[in-house]
Each structure stands twice: as structure tokens, then as C-alpha cells.
């Protein structure tokens, strides 16, 4: 039988924090309630790597983690206080920004298609006659050799026999016989150099060029990540073998597959995990496999696929949206038109509108590599076409793609979709994309099966990575995995969707925090308080630009929503570099006043004077709107915790967010977690419930400390009470301020909109309907008897609470 977590928490582990760090935290995850630790990528990485998915070795345990042996201490460890392990893992891609840690990819420049490794990388040999591009050079590369910046180096080398190639930084393999018949002394010429380079199994090229002329397949538009070709046996064998062992060695229970989506085949390949993990851990166990799949809204995980679910954004989504006050709705709509008329956004723009531009711009440019390599393999009567109505016509209909990507023949429907949608923006394009469906909808055509490889890259960069940064209605709306055009989850619509959780993916993972969310969960709690303020926050927002702004409305609203959300009551160094940092990020990826390729010096300017203007002179302002705002806040962040922690599903808790989790974009959200402190105010909390004393509500966090340790404390000790999912009744003037479930034993009851709730004068007579007989509530102790219980009572010291029979 396939052991699977009750509860996970998540660990990154790199070498600020290494496994034999992770081994010293696994009593504290132990004494937190946790069931299994959640590790992220452990193969050796790009040196100085702090995430992991750029491994360069997938043979080794990263020595800068700790290695091999610092994985058997760390599993040791966990297995003495009784947790499972799960571990991040990534088929997709591997890191090639220094190609001499990467012995495949370096072993491939230095012999080409020759190379034993070729056939690991997803390469188009032909469209550079036998060479793979390396856009690395900062101008034209005879601009380069003019300048004399490329370096031939004779000396042979233990992996260079042949000698190497340098470019500042960068270091090359020279192929066998580069330099042969060429005088030593003339290595610095620049004919003998561009000889030399004509030689080479790799073509250097301009940065720039990276966008339309690479010829690999990488992870998304990140060109130090290249394709791995998973899909064929050998390279699967020679990518997990080392991943296995650690399975059979019971290392590790179960797996957490990056973007499976980038691979050709996402569910051959989970099949043939599943046999693997069969094979190690013996019949009939097939481990704990979870996949990194983002929904969009209304979409359903495949059926078919041999997993236990994803990795939580779409439980994401219902937690926050259920606890967003619709009511909200027109009032921030009417602040977006109006700051959207300093912007080149249309007021009335919607968001279909708007992702379509913005997917449209990633296709026409940091995709338009991987489009020219679906033209190359198009069947040859469609190629005879005019090559740019194949590219504008491949362009709309990635564009208009409504979802990640399609498994053919399954998901023909989205294609559809998206031709219709397509031909009625573009009809001049309709006759081509009317020719080009039958080939894109057969997944005997290699063309087909590509498709489906590039929709994902142009969704994520162009929504997550884009429109996420543009439509800023309100922030917390803007997280991955959802729609910001669904503005809030009625009650019903959120017992519904846990329902069917629990139905059809009950061990599948639920989050609030990750590592690659756009906000931590009680930032965006926070925010949520601004949908129950709409006109409050206009004012506020208008204050706030005439002290500082970048001329900018919709960026104005997106940064002073963060500078909002992350304050943590007083300025300090630390918190003005984040919001440095987070400007950047933020106002680069929405590609509007600024961009990475050509960075806009007077708005970043401008942009850097807002958050200096806030963590300076303005600071004791923005100070008093976060006070006004913060206790609704705190009361958001429990009720969501709850949410998650009780609910269907296995809740995963990121590394620190049991304590409030203020963090910001990536990579803010990786910032180092202090346990000890962690460990001493749970010991002090423990301590305290004992005699009675309940931490407060307040912003050291202990509250959430407390619900968080008991919830997962239940979960882990009486599994038995969550079984089930039965929405709770309640009843009362304050009714629509209550959401309450029974997980089979476990009754949870969490407040929204607690703004309005404070302005109708609180629970009056609302009461929650239950079976009688004695019950405690597991956060303050409380005993309760009656089959109705006042809310005005229940929720008196906390804003949740969980009550368990009475043993």
C-alpha cells in the first residue's frame, strides 16, 4: 500500500541551509505537527544556486546541500521523529549557465551530435548545421573578435583535451582538431580565432539573439535551462537512477515533479515513473507523486495520470477568493479605470483583452524561437506556405490558447477553441489557421506534440509573468494558479469545490505560501481587506501618490499595495532593499514603462523614489493605514490557515509561514527562516496553553504559531476526524460572516469579512448548528455543550476555531 503525508512543510535546502541544518529542525517539524518534510530539488545545482532547478548532475546529491551522506543524516533524523520525506524533483530541463559543471552539456559542446549525451538534450541539430547556439556574447560576434575578447587556450585540460575557449566569464571546450594545423602564436589573430570558432560543435551568438534564434528547447524563456528529452528510455534511466536509490533506500516516500508540463509526454512519463517507483519500493507501493500543474479556473487535472494531484495553486485560489467581500468589486473596478487612463491599458479593458496582448507580445518575442521550430517541423505541404503568415498564424493561436497546454487526443476541444478564437481576432489569418488545425490536432505529427510543449511557456510568461503585473485591481487576485477575472468565491462555491476535492484528489497537496508565489499568504490576507474598503483605499491610494509616484496609475496602485501588504509596522534596511527589489521584478515583468532588455532609467528612477518616499518621510503615514487595516488582516490569515490546514487535502506549510509570512516575489520568498526563534515561542506557547494563557492576536505571530501546531497536531494524532466534508450551518444576522465544515469529527468555523462584520456590531445572534454533546475547541480549550453555539462566544479570543468531541 502507497504511504501518503497527512500534512507536509516545506523546506528549502541549499548551502545557507544545507541537510544537516534540515536534520536540526526535524524534532521542531515533529513538535509542530507535521507528518512528512517537503524538500526542495536536492541534485547538484549550479554552484551558488539557492533553489535547486538549475542541477547540473543529475547522478549526485549536491555536495553544497550536504550530499549523499548528508541526506542519510537528514533522513535518519526525520525518521527518528517520525516523518516521511518528499522530495522536489526535475525531469524537465537542466542548468547550462556554466557549462563545465554540467559534464552532459559540456561533453555536447566539445563533440556535438556525436557526443554520448546528445541525445539527452532537446536540440534542432539542423537548423544550425550540426551546432547548437550559444547566445552569450554582448554584441555581434565580429564585434567580439575585433574587440580580442575571445580567448583560445591551447592548454589541454583533464575535460578539454583539445584546450578551451574563454569569454570573461564564460568557459568553452575546444573540439578535437580546433587548432591543429594553426600556429600557437597566432592564437590572438583574429582570422585564426574565427577559424578556430568555425570549428566548434557550438555557435556563440549575441544575448539577444536567444529570443528567435536558439535552436534547444528550454524552461520557458530561461535559456540557462535547457530541454532534457525525457521521453526516451535511456535518458529517463540515466536522469532517476539516482532519484530511485534513494527511494529504495528509503530516502525518500514519495516525489514532486517540477512543470511537467514542458515534457512531450506527461503522462508516459508519470507511467513510467510509476513503474520505476514500483520496481523500487516493490509491487503494489507506486509512492506518493505529486505534479506541479497549474489549473485554470474550471479545468480538471487529468484523470488518467498516474498521480496523486497537484501541488496545491488551484486550493490556493478558493482559500483566498472565499474571503474576498464581493461587494468590493465596483468600487476597485472604478479606481482601475481611472488610474488605467495613465497607462496604456484601455479603461474598459477586460482580462481576456489584456492576456491576450500580453501573450501575444511573449509570442512575437521571447517565444519566436521555439514558433520558427514548429514551422521547421510542420508537415511539407503546410511548410510551403509563406513562412510569416506561418508564424503570425502559430503566434494567435498560442495566444489564444485558453489553457496550459492539451494531452492529444485528449483536450482537442482547447485547440478548437482556440482557432475559433483566433480566426475571429485575426480573420486574415483564418484560411492559414483553418490548414494548419489538422496537423496541430494529430499527435502522430511531430508538430502536434511540440505545440503542446510552447502553449505552456507563452500562458506563464505571458500571464503569470505579465498580466499579473499589469492588472492590479487588487493583488492578491493576481497569484498562480488564478483568475483575477473571478473576483470572489461565494461560500457555497467554496464547500463545493472542497467537496469535490475531497472526491476525486483527496491526497493531492493544498498551499498558501511556495516558493514561487507572487506574495506570501498573509500579504495577501491583508490586502483582501481592501475589498471591503474600496473607497477608503482610493483615498488612501491618492494620498499616497502625491507624496511619492512613477507617473504610472496602474503600477502606482500594484507598488503601494506592496509597500501596504509587506510593512511590518516599522521601516528598517531590510524591508527598503525587498521593496528595491520587488519594484524591479515587478515593474520589468509587466514590460510597460520598463523592461529586462532595455531597463528605462528615468521611470525606475521614479519607481525607486516611491519606495524610498515610503520607508522614509512618508513612513509614519503608510504606518497608520497599515494599522487601520492590519487586525482584519490577522483575522484573514487565520481564517485561510484554517481553511487549508482543516480541509481536504494534504496542506502543505512553507518554511516559516507559521508565523506571519510577509515575504514578496521570489526571490524575497526564499529568504532564510529563523527556527530557533520558532522553536522557542512554540515551546512558550505549549507551556502557556497548559496553564490556561492564550498568545493574542497581535504581530508577533504566535496566534497563527498556536492554531497552526494544534491543527496539524489533530491531523497527525486523529486522522480519523477528517474523513469526510460536510458544510455546517449557520444561522443569524451575522451569518454570511461565518464559513463552518465537518471533517468527520473535526467541526472547523472561520471568519470573513470581519471590516463588515465590525460595522453591523458583531455576531449579535448568530449562532452555529451542531449535533449536542460536549466539544472543545482545540485552540483555546473551551468547552462547549448545546447543539447551538454562539459565535459571539466561540469566536471570542480567535477569529477560528476547531471543535473535537469530548473524549
Not at 260 to 288: F, I, K, S
Not at 584 to 610: C, I
Not at 723 to 730: A, N
Not at 769 to 783: F, H, N
Given at each position: 500500500?502507497?504511504?501518503?503525508?497527512?500534512?507536509?512543510?516545506?523546506?528549502?535546502?541549499?548551502?545557507?541551509f544545507?541537510?544537516?541544518?534540515?536534520?536540526?529542525?526535524?524534532?521542531?517539524?515533529?513538535?509542530?505537527?507535521?507528518?512528512?518534510?517537503?524538500?526542495?530539488?536536492?541534485?547538484?545545482?549550479?554552484?551558488?544556486?539557492?533553489?535547486g532547478?538549475?542541477?547540473?548532475?543529475?547522478?549526485?546529491?549536491?555536495?553544497?546541500?550536504?550530499?549523499?551522506?548528508?541526506?542519510?543524516?537528514?533522513?535518519?533524523?526525520?525518521?527518528?521523529?517520525?516523518?516521511?520525506?518528499?522530495?522536489d524533483?526535475?525531469?524537465?530541463?537542466?542548468?547550462?549557465?556554466?557549462?563545465?559543471?554540467?559534464?552532459?552539456?559540456?561533453?555536447?559542446?566539445?563533440?556535438?551530435?556525436?557526443?554520448?549525451?546528445a541525445?539527452?538534450?532537446?536540440?534542432?541539430?539542423?537548423?544550425?548545421?550540426?551546432?547548437?547556439?550559444?547566445?552569450?556574447?554582448?554584441?555581434?560576434?565580429?564585434?567580439?573578435?575585433?574587440?580580442?575578447?575571445?580567448?583560445?587556450?591551447?592548454?589541454p585540460?583533464?575535460?578539454?583535451?583539445?584546450?578551451?575557449?574563454?569569454?570573461?566569464d564564460?568557459?568553452?571546450?575546444?573540439?578535437?582538431?580546433?587548432?591543429?594545423?594553426?600556429?600557437?602564436?597566432?592564437?590572438?589573430?583574429?582570422?585564426?580565432?574565427?577559424?578556430?570558432?568555425?570549428?566548434?560543435?557550438?555557435?556563440?551568438?549575441?544575448?539577444?539573439?536567444?529570443?528567435?534564434?536558439?535552436?534547444?528547447?528550454?524552461?520557458?524563456?530561461?535559456?540557462?535551462?535547457?530541454?532534457l528529452r525525457?521521453?526516451?528510455?535511456?535518458?529517463?534511466?540515466?536522469?532517476?537512477?539516482?532519484?530511485?536509490?534513494w527511494?529504495?533506500?528509503?530516502?525518500?516516500?514519495g516525489?514532486?515533479?517540477d512543470?511537467?508540463d514542458?515534457?512531450l509526454?506527461?503522462?508516459?512519463?508519470?507511467?513510467?515513473?510509476?513503474?520505476a517507483?514500483?520496481?523500487?519500493?516493490?509491487?503494489?507501493?507506486?509512492?506518493?507523486?505529486?505534479?506541479?500543474k497549474?489549473?485554470?479556473?474550471?479545468?480538471?487535472?487529468?484523470?488518467?495520470?498516474?498521480?496523486?494531484?497537484t501541488?496545491g495553486?488551484?486550493?490556493?485560489?478558493?482559500?483566498?477568493?472565499?474571503?474576498?467581500?464581493?461587494?468590493?468589486?465596483?468600487?476597485?473596478?472604478?479606481?482601475?479605470?481611472?488610474?488605467?487612463?495613465?497607462?496604456?491599458?484601455?479603461?474598459?479593458?477586460?482580462?481576456?483583452?489584456?492576456?491576450?496582448?500580453?501573450?501575444?507580445?511573449?509570442?512575437?518575442?521571447?517565444?519566436?524561437?521555439?514558433i520558427?521550430?514548429l514551422?521547421?517541423?510542420?508537415?511539407?505541404?503546410?511548410?510551403?506556405?509563406?513562412?510569416?503568415?506561418?508564424?503570425?498564424?502559430?503566434a494567435?493561436?498560442?495566444?489564444?490558447?485558453?489553457?496550459?497546454?492539451?494531452?492529444?487526443?485528449?483536450?482537442r476541444?482547447?485547440?478548437?477553441?482556440?482557432?475559433?478564437?483566433?480566426?475571429?481576432?485575426?480573420?486574415?489569418?483564418?484560411?492559414?489557421i483553418?490548414?494548419?488545425?489538422?496537423?496541430?490536432?494529430?499527435?502522430?505529427?511531430?508538430?502536434?506534440?511540440?505545440?503542446?510543449?510552447?502553449?505552456?511557456?507563452?500562458?506563464?510568461?505571458?500571464?503569470?509573468?505579465?498580466?499579473?503585473?499589469?492588472?492590479?485591481?487588487l493583488?492578491p487576485?493576481?497569484?498562480?494558479?488564478?483568475?483575477?477575472?473571478?473576483?470572489?468565491?461565494?461560500?457555497?462555491?467554496?464547500?463545493?469545490?472542497?467537496?469535490?476535492r475531497?472526491?476525486?484528489?483527496p491526497?493531492?497537496?493544498?498551499?498558501?505560501?511556495?516558493?514561487?508565489?507572487?506574495?506570501?499568504?498573509?500579504?495577501?490576507?491583508?490586502?483582501?481587506?481592501?475589498?471591503?474598503?474600496?473607497?477608503?483605499?482610493?483615498?488612501?491610494?491618492?494620498?499616497f501618490?502625491?507624496?511619492?509616484?512613477?507617473?504610472?496609475?496602474?503600477?502606482?496602485?500594484?507598488?503601494?499595495?506592496?509597500?501596504?501588504?509587506?510593512?511590518?509596522g516599522?521601516?528598517?534596511?531590510q524591508?527598503?532593499?525587498?521593496?528595491?527589489?520587488y519594484?524591479?521584478?515587478?515593474?520589468?515583468?509587466?514590460?510597460?514603462?520598463?523592461?529586462?532588455?532595455?531597463?528605462?532609467?528615468?521611470?525606475?528612477?521614479?519607481m525607486?523614489?516611491?519606495?524610498?518616499?515610503?520607508?522614509?518621510?512618508?513612513?509614519?503615514?503608510?504606518s497608520?493605514?497599515?494599522?487601520?487595516?492590519?487586525?482584519?488582516?490577522?483575522?484573514?490569515?487565520?481564517?485561510?490557515?484554517?481553511?487549508?490546514?482543516?480541509?481536504?487535502?494534504?496542506?502543505?506549510?512553507?518554511?516559516?509561514?507559521?508565523?506571519?509570512?510577509?515575504?514578496?516575489?521570489?526571490?524575497?520568498?526564499?529568504?532564510?527562516?529563523?527556527?530557533?526563534?520558532?522553536?522557542?515561542?512554540?515551546?512558550?506557547?505549549?507551556?502557556?496553553?497548559?496553564?490556561?494563557?492564550?498568545?493574542?492576536?497581535?504581530?508577533?505571530?504566535?496566534?497563527?504559531?498556536?492554531?497552526?501546531?494544534?491543527?496539524?497536531?489533530?491531523?497527525?494524532?486523529?486522522?480519523?476526524?477528517?474523513?469526510?466534508?460536510?458544510?455546517?450551518?449557520?444561522?443569524?444576522?451575522?451569518?454570511?460572516?461565518?464559513?463552518?465544515f465537518?471533517?468527520?469529527?473535526?467541526?472547523?468555523?472561520?471568519?470573513r469579512?470581519?471590516?463588515?462584520?465590525?460595522?453591523?456590531?458583531g455576531?449579535?445572534?448568530?449562532?452555529?448548528?451542531?449535533?449536542?454533546?460536549p466539544?472543545?475547541?482545540?485552540?483555546?480549550?473551551?468547552?462547549y455543550?448545546?447543539?447551538?453555539?454562539?459565535?459571539?462566544?466561540?469566536?471570542?479570543?480567535?477569529?477560528?476555531?476547531?471543535l473535537?468531541?469530548?473524549?
Amino acid at each position: 500500500m502507497t504511504r501518503r503525508p497527512l500534512s507536509t512543510y516545506r523546506l528549502q535546502i541549499r548551502a545557507g541551509f544545507d541537510l544537516d541544518e534540515a536534520a536540526g529542525v526535524t524534532s521542531y517539524l515533529r513538535d509542530l505537527g507535521v507528518s512528512w518534510a517537503y524538500l526542495s530539488p536536492l541534485l547538484r545545482a549550479t554552484p551558488g544556486s539557492d533553489h535547486g532547478y538549475d542541477v547540473v548532475d543529475p547522478t549526485r546529491v549536491d555536495p553544497e546541500r550536504g550530499g549523499p551522506d548528508g541526506l542519510a543524516r537528514f533522513a535518519a533524523s526525520a525518521r527518528a521523529a517520525g516523518l516521511g520525506i518528499l522530495v522536489d524533483i526535475v525531469p524537465n530541463h537542466m542548468g547550462v549557465s556554466q557549462p563545465r559543471e554540467n559534464p552532459w552539456w559540456w561533453d555536447v559542446l566539445r563533440l556535438g551530435p556525436d557526443s554520448p549525451h546528445a541525445a539527452a538534450f532537446d536540440i534542432d541539430w539542423d537548423a544550425a548545421d550540426g551546432r547548437v547556439r550559444v547566445p552569450v556574447l554582448g554584441s555581434a560576434p565580429e564585434d567580439v573578435l575585433r574587440a580580442g575578447e575571445l580567448v583560445v587556450d591551447p592548454e589541454p585540460a583533464e575535460d578539454a583535451p583539445s584546450g578551451l575557449l574563454r569569454y570573461f566569464d564564460h568557459v568553452f571546450p575546444l573540439a578535437p582538431g580546433s587548432i591543429d594545423d594553426a600556429g600557437l602564436e597566432n592564437l590572438t589573430d583574429p582570422a585564426i580565432v574565427r577559424a578556430v570558432l568555425e570549428r566548434q560543435n557550438y555557435e556563440l551568438r549575441f544575448w539577444r539573439d536567444e529570443a528567435a534564434e536558439l535552436n534547444y528547447r528550454r524552461f520557458f524563456a530561461v535559456t540557462t535551462l535547457a530541454g532534457l528529452r525525457i521521453e526516451d528510455p535511456a535518458v529517463f534511466d540515466a536522469t532517476h537512477a539516482e532519484i530511485l536509490r534513494w527511494v529504495r533506500e528509503g530516502l525518500a516516500d514519495g516525489l514532486r515533479i517540477d512543470h511537467p508540463d514542458g515534457l512531450l509526454d506527461p503522462g508516459g512519463y508519470l507511467e513510467r515513473l510509476a513503474d520505476a517507483l514500483r520496481q523500487a519500493q516493490g509491487p503494489g507501493n507506486v509512492g506518493y507523486v505529486l505534479v506541479e500543474k497549474i489549473l485554470e479556473h474550471g479545468e480538471a487535472l487529468p484523470a488518467w495520470w498516474e498521480t496523486d494531484g497537484t501541488t496545491g495553486y488551484d486550493a490556493l485560489a478558493e482559500f483566498g477568493r472565499v474571503l474576498v467581500d464581493s461587494v468590493g468589486e465596483q468600487g476597485l473596478d472604478a479606481l482601475d479605470a481611472r488610474l488605467r487612463r495613465e497607462s496604456r491599458m484601455a479603461a474598459t479593458m477586460g482580462w481576456a483583452d489584456l492576456i491576450h496582448d500580453t501573450k501575444r507580445m511573449i509570442a512575437d518575442t521571447i517565444q519566436v524561437a521555439e514558433i520558427r521550430r514548429l514551422i521547421r517541423v510542420l508537415p511539407g505541404d503546410l511548410r510551403a506556405l509563406d513562412s510569416a503568415v506561418l508564424q503570425d498564424a502559430l503566434a494567435e493561436l498560442l495566444t489564444c490558447f485558453p489553457v496550459y497546454r492539451s494531452y492529444l487526443p485528449a483536450g482537442r476541444e482547447h485547440l478548437d477553441a482556440a482557432a475559433a478564437d483566433a480566426s475571429g481576432r485575426r480573420p486574415d489569418l483564418a484560411e492559414a489557421i483553418v490548414r494548419l488545425l489538422p496537423a496541430l490536432a494529430d499527435p502522430a505529427n511531430e508538430v502536434a506534440r511540440r505545440f503542446q510543449q510552447v502553449t505552456g511557456p507563452v500562458m506563464a510568461k505571458g500571464v503569470e509573468d505579465t498580466a499579473f503585473y499589469r492588472h492590479t485591481r487588487l493583488g492578491p487576485l493576481t497569484e498562480v494558479g488564478g483568475d483575477p477575472s473571478q473576483f470572489s468565491l461565494p461560500v457555497a462555491g467554496f464547500h463545493a469545490a472542497q467537496a469535490a476535492r475531497l472526491a476525486s484528489w483527496p491526497h493531492a497537496m493544498t498551499a498558501l505560501s511556495t516558493h514561487d508565489t507572487k506574495r506570501g499568504e498573509d500579504v495577501r490576507a491583508r490586502l483582501t481587506v481592501l475589498a471591503e474598503m474600496p473607497d477608503r483605499w482610493s483615498r488612501t491610494l491618492d494620498t499616497f501618490r502625491r507624496v511619492a509616484t512613477t507617473g504610472h496609475g496602474p503600477f502606482d496602485a500594484l507598488l503601494w499595495q506592496a509597500i501596504v501588504g509587506a510593512w511590518t509596522g516599522s521601516p528598517d534596511p531590510q524591508l527598503r532593499e525587498r521593496l528595491h527589489a520587488y519594484a524591479e521584478k515587478a515593474a520589468r515583468e509587466a514590460a510597460e514603462a520598463t523592461g529586462w532588455w532595455d531597463p528605462v532609467p528615468a521611470f525606475e528612477s521614479a519607481m525607486h523614489g516611491v519606495v524610498d518616499a515610503a520607508t522614509g518621510h512618508a513612513a509614519e503615514l503608510v504606518s497608520g493605514f497599515v494599522d487601520e487595516i492590519a487586525p482584519a488582516g490577522w483575522t484573514n490569515a487565520l481564517s485561510q490557515k484554517v481553511l487549508q490546514l482543516a480541509g481536504p487535502g494534504v496542506p502543505d506549510v512553507y518554511q516559516g509561514s507559521e508565523l506571519w509570512e510577509m515575504s514578496l516575489v521570489d526571490p524575497d520568498n526564499r529568504r532564510p527562516v529563523d527556527f530557533s526563534a520558532r522553536r522557542a515561542l512554540l515551546a512558550t506557547i505549549d507551556a502557556g496553553f497548559a496553564r490556561g494563557e492564550l498568545p493574542p492576536v497581535d504581530a508577533d505571530g504566535a496566534a497563527k504559531l498556536l492554531v497552526t501546531s494544534r491543527t496539524l497536531r489533530l491531523r497527525r494524532d486523529r486522522p480519523e476526524l477528517f474523513s469526510r466534508y460536510t458544510p455546517m450551518t449557520v444561522v443569524g444576522e451575522a451569518s454570511a460572516h461565518a464559513i463552518a465544515f465537518d471533517r468527520g469529527g473535526a467541526l472547523a468555523v472561520a471568519t470573513r469579512l470581519p471590516v463588515g462584520l465590525a460595522r453591523s456590531g458583531g455576531w449579535g445572534d448568530t449562532v452555529l448548528l451542531r449535533s449536542p454533546g460536549p466539544a472543545v475547541d482545540v485552540y483555546t480549550g473551551r468547552r462547549y455543550e448545546g447543539s447551538t453555539v454562539p459565535l459571539a462566544e466561540l469566536l471570542a479570543v480567535y477569529p477560528v476555531a476547531l471543535l473535537v468531541a469530548e473524549a
